[in-house]
């Protein structure tokens, strides 16, 4: 009985990483299936990025805020964790910085998509 308890919690330990939860969820938009954050605020791209790395300053982030990643954050598998211009760690999916825009005021809106034409839904 002692072996199959122990053997219980190093699967547990070992499948708890594989199990973790991803830092956002896919939601329904009108534009179909995208990235928002935990408050269900759509999550965008920036052209200007590139892989792993933020090109959003400090007076871009005013209105494309950076999705922060919480101090005991871990990337895993496409999920990374890149530097926002305020020093803060912030979520990638599959390379590209991810934000969120100050002019979608409910769950859902989109209407940062296709700003400046270099905006884009995380998809």
């Not at 871990?74 to 825009?101: C, F, I, N, Q, S």
Request: hydrophobic share 40%; aromatic share 8%; glycine share 10%.
């Amino acid at each position: 009985m002692r072996t199959m308890v122990i053997a219980i919690g190093l699967l547990s330990a070992l499948t708890g990483s594989a199990l973790a939860a991803a830092p956002a969820k896919m939601v329904d938009t009108k534009m179909g299936k995208a990235w928002a954050d935990e408050m269900g605020m759509i999550l965008y791209t920036f052209d200007k990025d590139t892989k792993d790395k933020s090109n959003c300053d400090l007076d871009c982030l005013k209105k494309w805020p950076a999705f922060h990643a919480g101090a005991d954050a871990k990337a895993e598998g496409e999920w990374t964790l890149v530097k926002a211009a305020d020093g803060k760690e912030m979520w990638a999916y599959e390379g590209k910085p991810l934000y969120t825009y100050v002019e979608d005021k409910q769950p859902g809106d989109t209407s940062g998509d296709g700003v400046g034409g270099v905006w884009h839904v995380a998809k």
